[in-house]
């Protein structure tokens, strides 16, 4: 197999929406593909969600499990943007924890915000494992991650957060390495400690979003693919609106994250798009497999811009890494990205790489999700910073609490202070690539 472009990613600055997926590994294996209708004509339900990734869909499926009827209208396909395209890596990084912290330590003081921003960063791994359970969703999923020190000025924090482990449940399930038992587990001697982690998880992300689709359909969602939302109206029943149809709604709920371009006027300069890219090697032998990643763990390194890499279920190196803040999609995924593999895996230089891609997350300044309404009728929720799988699914829950009236947790969100940049967004993007690089930069000094 040669080496794949990603031809059909488009730039969110100029939106044209796509039939198929990327030409991804995950696009190649994909269980069972969806063929859900375009939108005609009107449809009446209690919630239209816009956006069929991990938040739309999980927000569908929470509201058909209550009782609502529900419409999830997607663009393209379902798993379409991030949510098909991602390092599959199920973790507890929260995007945003500790400003976060600092946020709700004011409003409810230090000891319950701790305790709320540390279940939160927990709580989406059991959606996920429930989902997975109740539905059947076959999506490779497996147990054991690795977060690895890459520097050693990285080991007080990633002790910290291991020590932090240990006063709660989950420590069982986690365990410090030093540097040779790092190698141990990872055939790099790149690290300087880790922590192993068995409650996390890594799965194939869009066979679990088209598998939650398929869930959310059986309780009778209707799902709707190649149907552009163009506008949203907005009063006591809003609708969002196709070039061929509309859903006319009690509630709606814009779920696009990074790919959309609805409601400007209130969004603009809140959330800026990330190219972020992804390599998989041709199928490793199993003694390359063995020298890699001897216990099939997921990786991600301490970094402030990381990499992160797994194996597939076919036995391929799936490498992540690095970012493009500019907005636009990086011109070779592949020749960014060699490099990087080939210095955490030397074993592997000149390996044929089969797969290349990219995908778009949605990047918010103090990274802290956001969810909030834009009339009394019509929320949203976007803004994971690239670690947003079981991000979304605990949004999901807190949207669809919100969207049936308990609006306690959605309040805490709601009301958190968010920069927002009051510029173009080829201006803002330029702006946020400079303060990244500032921040690398810092990190590359310490
Ligand atoms: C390359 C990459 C690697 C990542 N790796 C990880 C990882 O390992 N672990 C992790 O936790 N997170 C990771 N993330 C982040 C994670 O994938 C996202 O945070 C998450 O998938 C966001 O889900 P979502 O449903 O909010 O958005 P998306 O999945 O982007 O879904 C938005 C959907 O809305 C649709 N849409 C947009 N506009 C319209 C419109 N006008 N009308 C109708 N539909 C519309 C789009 O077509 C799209 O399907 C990664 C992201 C990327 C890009």
Not at 306 to 325: P, S
Not at 333 to 350: D, N, S, V
């Amino acid at each position: 197999m040669s080496e794949s472009r990603d031809s059909s990613h488009s730039s969110p600055h100029s939106p044209s929406y796509c039939a198929s997926y990327c030409s991804s590994y995950y696009a190649a294996t994909i269980h069972q593909a969806s063929d859900y209708p375009q939108l005609e004509g009107d449809q009446r339900v209690d919630v239209a969600i816009i956006g069929g990734g991990f938040t739309g869909v999980n927000i569908a499926i929470e509201l058909a499990e209550r009782g609502f009827q529900v419409a999830v209208v997607e663009a393209n396909k379902i798993g379409w943007g991030a949510s098909g395209r991602n390092g599959g890596q199920v973790t507890g990084s929260l995007s945003g924890q500790d400003a976060m912290l600092k946020q709700l330590g004011k409003r409810l003081g230090q000891e319950n915000a701790e305790d709320f921003v540390w279940n939160l960063r927990w709580r989406g791994h059991r959606i996920i494992r429930q989902r997975v359970d109740k539905y059947a969703i076959p999506c490779d999923l497996k147990f054991g991650h690795l977060q690895a020190a890459y520097k050693p000025s990285h080991i007080n924090e990633l002790r910290r957060d291991y020590e932090a482990s240990q006063q709660h449940e989950i420590g069982q399930h986690v365990e410090w390495l030093d540097a040779p038992a790092t190698a141990n587990v990872i055939g790099t001697s790149l690290y300087h400690g880790a922590i192993r982690n068995n409650f996390n998880m890594h799965l194939h992300p869009l066979n679990l979003c088209l598998g939650e689709a398929r869930a959310a359909a059986s309780l009778g969602v209707k799902l709707f693919e190649h149907s552009p939302v163009l506008d949203i109206l907005h009063g006591d029943t809003p609708a969002v609106v196709t070039a061929k149809g509309r859903v006319i709604a009690d509630s709606v709920v814009l779920a696009g994250n990074a790919y959309h371009r609805l409601e400007r006027k209130a969004l603009q300069g809140k959330l800026f798009p990330a190219a972020l890219g992804i390599v998989t090697t041709a199928p490793l032998t199993e003694a390359q497999q063995a020298s890699v990643n001897p216990e099939d763990l997921a990786v991600y390194d301490t970094r402030f811009v990381l990499d992160y890499y797994r194996l597939t279920a076919d036995g391929r190196l799936l490498f992540g890494g690095g970012a493009n803040y500019s907005g636009k999609p990086s011109a070779d995924i592949g020749a960014e990205l060699r490099p990087r593999l080939e210095h955490t895996f030397p074993q592997l230089k000149g390996m044929a790489l089969d797969f290349q891609w990219q995908g778009m997350a949605g990047i918010v300044i103090n990274r802290i999700p956001q969810l909030g309404k834009l009339s009394p009728n019509v929320f949203y929720a976007q803004g994971y910073s690239g670690h947003g799988i079981a991000t979304s699914h605990i949004v999901s829950e807190i949207m669809a609490n919100a969207v049936s009236g308990q609006l306690k947790e959605f309040d805490l969100f709601a009301n958190m202070h968010h920069w927002r940049i009051p510029v173009s967004e080829r201006i803002g993007n330029g702006l946020l690539s400079a303060g990244m690089w500032y921040y690398q930069l810092r990190e590359k000094l310490r």
